[in-house]
Structures are given as C-alpha cells and as structure tokens.
T-cell receptor, first 118, second 116 residues
C-alpha cells in the first residue's frame, strides 16, 4: 500500500460524458501527479500540482483539467469523453515539487482508476 | 514521440537466474532515471534511481547501470524470484531549462515472467 488513494476504482461511462477522478496523496506529500496508461500510448504524464498550484504540464488534452484543493487532494476532470480516453488513470504524490534526484522526490503511485468509455 | 524505449517487450527467466532489462533513451539532457515495477492491477512502484553523474547504483538484489555514451540504461535483478514477475518501466527526467522542475517520461515497459 503506497498511501495514495484513488476513487473510484472502476468507472464506466458513455461518449460525450464528463467524469471526475479523485486522488488523496500520502500524508505530508504536497505534490500530486496525474498519469494516463493506455495500451497504445503507455504511461504518460498529464499534469502536476504542488501545494494547490499547477507546476508542470505534459500530454494533457484541453478536454481534461485538474485541480488540487487546500486539503491537498486532487481531482482530474475528463469531459466530452471519447472511446480513446479509455485507460487507467494513476495519481502519484511526492513530498516536494521537483523531479530531480532526491529521496524526497520519489513518486508514490495510487492503485489507479480504470475508465471505460462505451 | 517518446524518447524512452525498451529493447525487448517480454523477458522470461528461470527462478534463481539473473535478469537484465534494457532501456534506451534519446535525450542527452536527461539527468535522472528511475526504474519502476508494476504488478498486475497495481500502480507503478519505485525500484531504484540513478543520477546522470553516476554509472552504477546498487540496491537490494537490483543494480542499475547507466551508459551515457550510448544512452542506455539497464536494470539487473539478481536471483530472480516469482514475485519479481511484473512489467518494468524505465523513466527519464527531462528538466526544464533553468528550473528544478522536471517531468518523468516512461518507456513502454518490459514484461518479466519468472518460471519456477
């Protein structure tokens, strides 16, 4: 158990819909990262928040957005869903914001949310 | 496109043998590399990392080797056990210029299967 929790575990929805995925970081971690894992694209970094502020963006679509709340939990919002959005969505957390070498920067991954768009 | 890739998508070894998983990267500016293990139904789990100013780092039963000349990274697992069966990913950090922030880019993964 990494200490990172994600809900829901599974989500099935239809094209065009909007969903919200939730992540609670490990206690004391200020950074939250979102990743998408699909069969054809592998594990891709989407976005990072640190202490409530967006810090880095990766391959995140404009239909997707995220935020980190004062209690440090984060939500990933996916809208106008398409079949290709079906994937595993992982949240990870780390103590600090930097991704450079440091034991404080180790990212701990949650169990993921499996999204299926029909 | 991806700058991190893997030489082999699958690797099968006998229990007790040593395993070597390879990874190639193309960005010479990457300064930090990490190996993750992902078991079925779980999120990736950190195994070991290495800075670009090192060429070798050892952990418990695992060793990571970095060859910057050919931009190659490998993970060696000694005395492989059935519990080591998983997908292994290498990830590289591409630091933004002038910033301590960076982003992790993952390879596609190698499926390691350990036979008893």
């Amino acid at each position: 158990d990494s200490g990172v929790t994600q809900t829901p575990k599974h989500l099935i929805t239809a094209t065009g819909q909007r969903v919200t995925l939730r992540c609670s970081p490990r206690s004391g971690d200020l950074s939250v990262y979102w990743y998408q894992q699909s069969l054809d694209q592998g594990l891709q970094f989407l976005i990072q928040y640190y202490n409530g502020e967006e810090r880095a963006k990766g391959n995140i679509l404009e239909r997707f957005s995220a935020q980190q709340f004062p209690d440090l939990h984060s939500e990933l919002n996916l809208s106008s869903l398409e079949l290709g959005d079906s994937a595993l969505y992982f949240c990870a957390s780390s103590r600090t914001s930097a991704a450079r070498f440091s034991s404080y920067n180790e990212q701990f991954f949650g169990p993921g949310t499996r999204l299926t768009v029909l | 496109g991806e700058s991190v890739g893997l030489h082999l998508p699958t690797l099968s070894v006998q229990e007790g043998d040593n395993s070597i998983i390879n990874c190639a990267y193309s960005n010479s500016a990457s300064d930090y590399f990490i190996w993750y293990k992902q078991e079925s139904g779980k999120g990736p789990q950190f195994i070991i990392d290495i800075r670009s100013n090192m060429d070798k780092r050892q952990g418990q039963r695992v060793t990571v080797l970095l060859n910057k000349t050919v931009k190659h990274l490998s993970l060696q697992i000694a005395a492989t056990q059935p519990g080591d069966s998983a997908v292994y990913f290498c990830a590289e950090n591409m630091a933004d210029r002038g910033s301590t922030l960076g982003r992790l880019y993952f390879g596609r993964g190698t499926q390691l299967t350990v036979w008893p």
